[in-house]
């Protein structure tokens, strides 16, 4: 079984919408959960970060971990067509070995 | 900028041959991490340094690959007899380091293909 488990897409969206990307996860001991985004062609840059459970909101962006289930989300509202990228879920235990998901493809549609 | 740069950009080499990938981290920045990126895949972590040492070099996928790091600064991914399953992308990471959790800022990675 992977450490953490990404679905792959690619999800499809029209503009204004609410996207919805989960991962989930199979080690307890990871504390620290973070989101990247990866445009073609470049390297994953982090969006949000989470210690332990509970939500943080930045924007238009939300991250949720819910560690009793072992499973972490990214809301987005309002998508624009600037979001379509690829987002891979990272978590950590001790926040220098990190383990990603295989990252979801989102497309929003003008 | 400052950033996570990576050289080079592309490589495309003949299999059998050795490639050597350069990672050059930010300033600073003590932690430095390789993974590796297969079309449609997720990243794979391949080692990770802090300062000149590896603590972590579970994920190397054979005794092919190597990699050193020297002045706490530049790092080299050395592949040797290449084959074409390491196709993929080559990303480099560095952050803080220490003992508690510093982002990871990743350079734009190196784009191998292996003929």
């Known amino acids: 079984q992977k450490e953490v488990e990404q679905d792959p897409g690619p999800l499809s969206v029209p503009e204004g919408a609410i996207v919805s990307l989960n991962c989930t996860y199979s080690?307890?001991?990871?504390?620290?959960f973070m989101w990247y985004r990866q445009y073609s062609r470049k390297g994953p840059e982090l969006l949000m970060y989470?210690?332990?459970?509970g939500n943080k909101e930045d924007g238009r962006f939300t991250a949720q971990v819910d560690k009793s289930s072992k499973y972490i989300s990214l809301f987005i509202r309002d998508s624009q067509p600037s979001d379509s990228a690829t987002y891979l879920c990272a978590m950590s235990k001790m926040g220098n070995q990190f383990y990603f998901g295989t990252g979801t493809s989102l497309t929003v549609i003008p | 900028g400052a950033g996570v740069s990576q050289s080079p950009s592309n490589k495309v080499t003949e299999k059998g041959k050795d490639v050597e990938l350069r990672c050059d981290p930010i300033?600073?920045?003590?932690?430095l991490y390789w993974y590796r990126q297969r079309l449609g895949q997720g990243l794979e972590f391949l080692i990770y340094f802090q300062g000149n040492s590896a603590p972590d070099k579970s994920g190397l996928p054979s005794d092919r690959f190597s990699a050193e790091r020297t002045g706490e600064s530049v790092s080299t991914l050395t592949i040797q007899r290449t084959q074409q399953e390491d196709s993929a992308v080559y990303l480099c990471?560095?952050?803080?380091?220490?003992?508690?959790?510093?982002?990871?800022?990743f350079g734009p990675g190196t784009r191998l293909t292996v003929l």
């Open positions: 300033s600073g920045h003590t932690a």
């Open positions: 989470t210690y332990s459970s």
């Open positions: 080690n307890s001991a990871f504390q620290y």
């Open positions: 990471a560095s952050s803080l380091g220490g003992t508690t959790h510093n982002e990871q800022f």
